[in-house]
């Protein structure tokens, strides 16, 4: 008989060291509410605007009490947020791009707003014993604008940076041709795809009522009524014709009802040898992945999928999903942590 090695063990930890692990997650929460006060209240833009401000000019420039601006401050600069600058503070290196900058591919701001709202902890917790779901036209008109600010820089990275990364697919753009936008919320994606490829012509298809009007406006408002046509259906029901050279869909993949209807239908809207573009979060498929901090942010999105009845998928599934409706020329890209596309193309 051969011996064999015995299976590794893990130290078990002292109290002493696992107390602060649980600290950590007290101060990640001080944190988070910091950066959302921040942005809510103007003093993180304030900041931006006017660095080396103390807590005194904060307070006079926005009309707010100096105590508690100079409370904000402190926590802060804990937080990391805020460097010390003449005398007053300044935002940290890059705060600005990552916390305030709407139009960057690194703004994380948006998600501050999602996760405090009460569509994600609040409701998950009333409902714990009921399990009670819910879908989009039963969450409020600040959860699709907050949702709608989450999206945007998945499309920002998306268009044209990601789509540049599928061979073949950027010529086409360039030249004109018909994309769809399924699942296009608000209707940021399509304004996007509009502005960005001037020659061809968006279909933005979405469930939700609601997301539609706000798209309606949003379009209407950027002049780009006569080249982007809105379609109220679910995906499942989508029924275009053979007509588009891209299918999108942003961050809204792992939400059909019936992803392999979505999937067909997707094959048939698309002309021959189109492509089909996913962009979601990659959701952590290892316990390493689950306790990064990526993985751990997509576990808080959790729990607002969980409530419409979906969570989030690796993005391997979105591999066999395209393998198994005969999609060829499969490809993959992470765009960040937190982002990777997946693409195939009708044979
Ligand atoms: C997370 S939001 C993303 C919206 C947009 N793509 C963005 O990135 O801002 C999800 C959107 O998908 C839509 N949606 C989800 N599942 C759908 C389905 N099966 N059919 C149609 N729309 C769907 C919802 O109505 C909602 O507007």
Redesign the pocket.
């Known amino acids: 008989m051969t011996a064999t090695a015995p299976a590794p063990v893990t130290a078990p930890r002292t109290l002493a060291e696992t107390a602060p692990q649980v600290l950590a997650l007290v101060a990640g929460y001080v944190g988070h509410r910091t950066v959302s006060l921040g942005l809510r209240s103007g003093l993180l833009r304030a900041l931006a605007d006017r660095p080396g401000s103390t807590a005194d000019d904060l307070a006079d420039a926005l009309s707010l009490d100096p105590f508690y601006v100079s409370v904000w401050c402190r926590a802060a600069f804990g937080a990391g947020v805020l460097e010390r600058a003449d005398g007053g503070y300044r935002l940290g290196d890059h705060m600005a791009t990552l916390l305030l900058a709407t139009g960057s591919p690194a703004f994380v701001g948006g998600v501050f707003g999602v996760c405090e709202a009460g569509e994600v902890f609040d409701r998950f917790e009333a409902s714990l014993s009921s399990g009670e779901r819910m879908w989009?036209e039963d969450t409020s008109p600040e959860w699709?604008a907050a949702?709608?600010g989450?999206?945007?820089p998945?499309?920002t990275r998306l268009v044209p940076g990601g789509l540049e990364r599928v061979p073949g697919l950027a010529e086409r753009l360039t030249a004109g041709c018909t994309v769809v936008?399924?699942?296009?919320?608000?209707g940021?994606?399509a304004i996007r795809l509009a502005t960005t490829y001037p020659r061809c012509t968006v279909v933005g298809?979405?469930?939700?009522a609601h997301?539609i009007d706000r798209a309606r406006e949003r379009i209407a408002a950027a002049g780009l009524a006569g080249r982007i046509t809105l379609v109220h259906?679910?995906?499942?029901d989508?029924a275009l014709g053979e007509q588009a050279t891209l299918v999108i869909?942003?961050?809204?993949m792992h939400?059909?009802?019936d992803i392999d209807r979505?999937a067909a239908n997707v094959m048939a809207a698309l002309e021959p040898g189109g492509w089909f573009v996913v962009s979601d979060f990659p959701f952590p498929d290892t316990d390493e992945g689950l306790r990064s901090t990526p993985g751990r942010v997509m576990s808080g999105i959790q729990f607002f999928e969980a409530q419409i009845d979906d969570q989030l998928l690796p993005r391997s599934a979105y591999d066999d999903l395209l393998t198994r409706h005969g999609f060829t020329d499969l490809g993959s890209a992470q765009l960040t942590p937190m982002h990777a596309l997946t693409w195939g193309r009708r044979p």
């Open positions: 989009w699709i949702v709608a989450t999206g945007t998945f499309y936008d399924t699942a296009c919320g608000a940021v994606g298809v979405d469930g939700d997301s259906s679910a995906l499942e989508m869909n942003n961050i809204s939400e059909c009802r979505v």
